[in-house]
């Protein structure tokens, strides 16, 4: 079993900084793929980034320049470091690890950003 808890969230102004983790723990060797999701009210749930094992990392094209996931095994924790955040960042950011055999899914609980204009 893998276990998922996001932290990190909170009330910003533009421009600012957040920096989000997600740790990870139970059979974390199982873990092929670790992403960050959002959603906003209203709006359907996103991929924002994901980062796979090997460390390939893409990113949807609103973030691309100002967001930046990456991982640290000793720590078995991902990142979303989000810079120069804007109103439209404002949603649950949640992550989402994919896991062997079969890739199947396991969700945190969520975490809300908040950026006021």
């Known amino acids: 079993q893998v276990r998922l808890v996001e932290s990190g969230g909170g009330l910003v102004q533009a421009g600012g900084s957040l920096r989000l983790s997600c740790a990870a723990s139970g059979n974390t060797f199982s873990i092929v793929v670790t992403g960050w999701y959002r959603q906003a009210p209203g709006k359907q749930r996103e991929l924002v980034a994901r980062?796979?094992?090997?460390?390939?990392?893409n990113y949807v094209d609103s973030v691309k320049g100002r967001f930046t996931i990456s991982r640290d095994n000793t720590k078995n924790t991902v990142f979303l470091q989000m810079n120069s955040l804007k109103p439209e960042d404002t949603a649950n950011y949640y992550c989402k690890a994919q896991i062997r055999p079969n890739l199947s899914e396991v969700w945190g609980q969520g975490t809300l950003v908040t950026v006021s204009s």
């Open positions: 980062i796979s094992s090997g460390g390939l990392t």
